[in-house]
């Protein structure tokens, strides 16, 4: 899709007035790796960092997109704007996917003051996609005063999203396994606030202590609290979002906040950069053929993986 | 690059059976495309409103309860209001075949009755989606 100049401008005029068509538009030109996004981009960095950017993470199937529709809800009482970014799996065969957590969002949907966008995570494995940073810039212009992102639901080491957002809500529910768990590394290390839903099924006291004596070796300046929530009945959401203000707080008191936006934006930008290079190594159908080639003599011992990376590399040599 | 086509899949009306439109969802995903899934009992409102957010390039919808005549125009009149008619619509579901001239009249691009087969779906879509 090739956009005459007039249409981009129009884009930019009509983005920074809030239109939500504009907004919608640029995500997908972003999406689509349109050369043009980055430009519009690049002009309109200096309107961004208003919006407060909070990550919902957490396994498959423990409530994330129910109990963003909860906070949303409460945030709304507040006249607050808000936009939601839902990522979910991409396929590694088709490229396709499916999008479902707007099913969870239904009576958001005629909010005009709450935009939600799904995207599928296009191969990325850190729980987002590689448009996911752009897309909350493209909002923030827009005029959210709040952006939710809510991950792919993850394993155990999808971390994207810390270096994404200034708060990360880690969503636990009962029953996914022993203590040992929750003392590994990773996901467990990255909540700064806690909710364990489904609370009402058993267990739910135990993971709980268990969280809560994992956060205790640690020697933060926060310590992040952990909330039972029952987010279907509605029940626990007051005290998550306070746990959040707390936490926004905390970090504007102390400094952190500028520190975590410093430290996300190194890692943006060396992000940036590895994209860059690996589409300059791998974005083109020849190479991918050099590649195919070399996968097969691999395989069959004929290469060993290590030269393999050596001859790609030579490319940019 | 390849760009991927976007649709949502949307269930307008009261009628809560959305076998259909997993089927369809599913093909649609394993065909290489993005599938917005909205779940049942969507007003034309709220799916105009997802649409839009989601900057979809097909909205296809699948009624059973036999309100199409009602719903499926009443979508393709608010993307008009909003400035969407670049989106393509398309239908499914129980739609008798003398209804079909109405809803084609009306905006609707292409209605899929119960026998079309998933390839036909995702053909008619890749070929007539109108943002290239």
Known sequence: MNQAGGEIVKIRERLLKGDKRAAARLITMIENNEAEAVEILKDLYKYTGNAYVIGITGPPGAGKSTLTDKLVKHLRKQNKKIAIIAVDPTSPFTGGAILGDRVRMGDLNTDSNVFIRSMGARGRLGGLSEATRAAVKVLDVYGADYIFIETVGVGQSEIDIVKTCDTTLMVMVPGLGDDIQTIKAGIMEIGDVFAVNKADRDGARRTITEINMMLDFNNENWRPPVIPAIAINNEGIDDILKSINNHMDHMKETGEFKERRIANSKFEIIDLVRQRLMNALLDNSKREKKINELSGMVASREMDPYTAQETIFNYIK | ?132
């Open chain 2, 1 to 132: 690059m390849k760009r991927t086509i976007r649709v949502l899949v949307a269930k307008p009306g009261l009628d809560g059976h959305d076998r259909g439109a997993k089927v369809i969802a599913r093909a649609l995903r394993d065909a290489g495309m993005e599938v917005i899934y909205t779940g049942l009992r969507q007003t034309p409102k709220q799916i105009v409103n997802a649409a839009i957010q989601e900057d979809v390039d097909c909205v296809a919808m699948s009624i059973l309860s036999g309100a199409h005549n009602t719903l499926f125009p009443k979508v393709v009149e608010l993307l008009r209001e909003e400035d969407a008619s670049d989106i393509l619509v398309v239908g499914g579901g129980v739609i008798p075949g003398e209804d079909i001239p109405f809803l084609k009249e009306k905006g609707i691009s292409e209605i899929f009755t119960p026998g079309t087969t998933t390839d036909t779906t995702i053909e008619y879509i890749r070929k007539n989606i109108k943002r290239k």
